[in-house]
């Protein structure tokens, strides 16, 4: 809940990535949107830890925001990708936006006309 740790082959503590709480209501869509009602500081709880191996980057998804993902940097958690890849799956709000709403995610080969991977994602309906 509202971090993101890296730790190194012994378990020490490499980076400790601040992601909640954040200014969001259940109600409203994710920034830039508009929202009609107040926002307040929300926790996120992390839904979705993903490596993708062919892009070398790390998924993650929270619930905050409508369940919104990032992809960041293997190396270093703290660096939230800004390249076409990264961009892909910003716009996109898929786990589950509350505490106790369950969010199963995983990578594999996407249908024919596509070309690589793809992020496959279930969640209860919230």
């Known amino acids: 809940e509202n971090h993101l740790y890296q ?3 012994d378990l020490n503590l490499l ?3 601040q992601t909640g709480p954040k ?13 009609f009602v ?8 992390n839904k979705v830890l993903v ?6 980057n790390l998924i993650t998804c929270g619930s905050v925001y409508q369940g919104m993902c990032e992809t960041r940097s293997l190396a270093n958690v703290s660096k939230v990708f800004d390249t076409p890849d990264g961009k892909d799956i910003q716009n996109f709000a898929v786990a589950a936006n ?3 709403g369950s969010t199963v995610a995983f990578i ?6 596509l070309m690589g991977t793809v992020l496959y994602v279930a969640t209860t309906y919230t």
């Open 7 to 9: 730790l190194d082959a």
């Open 108 to 113: 594999a080969p996407g249908p024919s006309s």
């Open 98 to 100: 509350t505490e106790d």
């Open 15 to 17: 980076v400790d990535v």
């Open 23 to 35: 200014n969001d209501s259940t109600m409203c869509f994710p920034p830039p949107g508009a929202c």
């Open 38 to 45: 107040n926002r307040t500081a929300t926790n996120n709880h």
């Open 51 to 56: 490596v993708d191996t062919q892009r070398r």
